[in-house]
């Protein structure tokens, strides 16, 4: 029972990357859906998040127009597709599933391993 984050790697600044969050024995259907983030030596930062009851979602504003999260239920993902991506964006990407949509860790309960992204030239 578990998450598993993938879909990470090296790219450079202005490529895309796809990230998934599959459900291994856990339900992602009717549930939220967060991504967080955490840049070396920093903490770990919620930034976007999708409801587990319609298609609502949210950005935080430094990802917002590049970032998109989208949920395929027949396959139980969560995908985070990243557009025009900066070397700011490097970092561990964790997905999380929780009750209520929201960026805060708290609000999510079982949580995904990380995939690293490294954007650099």
């Known amino acids: 029972v578990q998450l598993q984050a993938s879909g990470g790697g090296l790219v450079q600044p202005g490529d895309s990357l796809t990230l998934s969050c599959v459900g291994s024995?856990?339900?992602?259907?009717?549930?939220?859906i967060g991504w967080f983030r955490q840049a070396p030596g920093g903490e770990r930062e919620g930034f976007s998040c999708?409801?587990?009851?319609?298609?609502?979602?949210y950005y935080r504003q430094d990802v917002k127009g590049r970032f998109t999260i989208s949920r395929d239920r027949a396959k139980n993902t969560v995908f985070l597709q990243m557009n025009r991506l900066k070397p700011e964006d490097t970092a561990v990407y964790y997905c999380?599933?929780?009750?209520?949509?929201?960026?805060?860790?708290?609000?999510?309960?079982?949580w995904g391993q990380g995939t690293l992204v490294t954007v650099s030239s």
């Open positions: 024995g856990l339900s992602l259907d009717n549930y939220a």
């Open positions: 999708i409801s587990g009851h319609d298609s609502s979602s």
């Open positions: 999380a599933r929780g009750v209520d949509w929201s960026t805060s860790a708290r609000d999510y309960r079982f």
